[in-house]
């Protein structure tokens, strides 16, 4: 996840220049609800109501944003649960379209996963959908939309879920990053959605405005000699930050949410985190009173962003004992897959632009890359297929299917000129071997980071009954063919 970075150039913002646009699609309505086991622990009561708000994301000397939120809010609320409790969220689509919620990270009933069409029908324009699972694990997670996500995440539909585990890690405060990247006008307007080609092709929708919990860069607080916990969740559509901590040393504890054997960060490392992707970082505030640090993403493009100022107060009149490293926290009660007997199989990712597609199966015919491109706006595919796009409302064959309990090795396979994020519903896998090489750890994650060229890979027990999208998490990449499910039965 780390990897040496330089410095490149002076922090600067860019701007684009352009107008509001949206669309509006009809779809089929369904009626049934699946059946709901009964809660075995305490149950938390939320409620979300998605509906278009105005926020200050530039701050409150600039303009406001007309945006799209869960509770008048960008982030959304945090939602929060102790592990083995039961949530319960009853979500209000107040919307112009229709949309759903997928918990992301969360292990679940495939009916609460929020895919519509293969999970559940879309939530119309003002009707509500109850969502009401168990929390299996502790850790870092989100939710959003997954209908029509790369305009409904875009326009501001996101927000963090936090599952606390039975003795918390010893932190004298815990902080909550929800990162974003938005594509804004000069204005301070969401910059419009009307051509969307040319980022599907490329590297997903980049924005010019890096937010931390719905601002642009604000002044963070610190006491000298505090040791934080800093939970970051990456929710932009398709920006993979690259922070460095300047002055400072994190120790990375936890990859989407699943605690890892803390690993300090060098003087020159830098924290990738991809869209979907969370890191809880260990953050021992060793400045000095009076100091001042940025906390910096470091874009491929050269540009840095400031995401916060960490700024430190006076010392605390008891000075803070110096403390051992962190030490790895209790791990969640994750399947191990059995890697002698595994099934093995592969998933090879093709398309987009400096690359493209030559031919691919589409719709259950074989296309031109070239037609897929002009005639349907298709750009990506796995292991030879492109996935038909939302508003078809059909998903067709799933591309595997296990037996329950089955132990399954993927290997993923990069061959574009992008990296993705792979991301699998209702699953945990870990992350065996990068490009050959063994990884250390093994981290447990539900999305994982494919650089240009790169392989990896993931192994996990298929102990989920249901079907299960897997998908770039560029979002653009994932509605233009990027995406496919898995069955477990
Ligand atoms: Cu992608």
Redesign the pocket.
């Known amino acids: 996840m780390t990897g040496p970075g330089p410095i490149p150039s002076p922090i600067s913002r860019r701007r684009v220049l352009s107008g509001m646009g949206g669309g509006l699609a009809a779809f089929s309505a369904f009626t049934v609800l699946p059946p709901l086991a009964r809660a075995r622990g305490n149950i938390r009561d939320y409620r979300l109501k998605a509906a278009p708000a105005t926020v200050p994301l530039v701050g409150t000397q600039g303009p406001a944003t007309d945006v799209w939120a869960y509770n008048g809010g960008v982030p959304g609320p945090v939602i929060r649960a102790k592990r083995g409790e039961r949530l319960r969220i009853h979500v209000e689509n107040a919307l112009p379209q229709p949309t759903t919620v997928h918990w992301h990270g969360i292990r679940l009933p495939v009916a609460m996963d929020g895919v519509p069409f293969l999970t559940q029908p879309p939530i119309k324009p003002g009707e509500s959908f109850v969502y009401e699972f168990d929390v299996e694990d502790a850790g870092t997670f989100w939710y959003h939309p997954h209908f029509n996500s790369s305009e409904q995440v875009a326009r501001g539909l996101s927000g963090p879920l936090i599952v606390d585990e039975d003795t918390p890690p010893d932190v004298d405060r815990e902080i909550l990053w929800v990162v974003d990247d938005w594509r804004l006008t000069e204005d301070a307007a969401i910059a419009s959605f009307d051509r969307p080609f040319h980022d599907m092709v490329h590297g997903g929708r980049f924005g010019n405005t890096v937010t931390v919990n719905g601002r642009i860069s604000e002044d963070l607080a610190v006491t000298p000699g505090e040791r934080v916990r800093l939970r970051i969740v990456n929710v932009a559509n398709a920006r993979i930050f690259r922070l460095t901590f300047p002055g400072h040393r994190p120790w990375l504890a936890a990859i989407d949410g699943h605690a890892v054997p803390p690993r300090q960060f060098g003087e020159e490392d830098w924290l990738v985190i991809a869209p979907g992707a969370r890191a809880d970082l260990i953050l021992d505030m060793t400045g000095e009173p009076g100091e001042r640090f940025a906390v910096v993403d470091n874009s491929p493009e050269g540009i840095r962003y400031r995401l916060a100022d960490l700024t430190y107060g006076a010392a605390p009149s008891a000075p803070a004992p110096a403390r051992p490293a962190p030490v790895t926290w209790a791990a969640n009660p994750l399947p191990e897959p059995d890697l002698g007997t595994a099934t093995r199989l592969s998933l090879d990712m093709e398309g987009g632009a400096m690359g493209g597609l030559q031919t691919a199966m589409f719709m259950g015919e074989k296309l031109s890359g070239r037609d897929l491109a002009r005639n349907h706006g298709m750009f990506w595919s796995f292991n030879g297929i492109v996935y038909p796009p939302m508003k078809y409302g059909h998903h067709g064959d799933p591309m595997f299917s296990f037996k329950r309990g089955e132990s399954v090795v993927m290997t993923i396979r990069n061959k574009t000129a992008?990296a993705?994020p792979i991301h699998l519903h209702g699953h945990t896998f870990r992350v065996i071997s990068r490009d050959g090489k063994p990884e250390p750890d093994r981290p447990w994650q539900d999305t994982v980071l494919l650089p240009i060229d790169g392989e990896a890979e993931i192994a996990f027990v298929a102990d989920n009954p249901g079907d299960w999208m897997f998908h770039?998490h560029?979002l653009e990449?994932q509605k233009s063919g990027?995406m496919g499910y898995v069955k477990v039965v």
């Open positions: 992008f993705h770039c560029i990449h990027m």
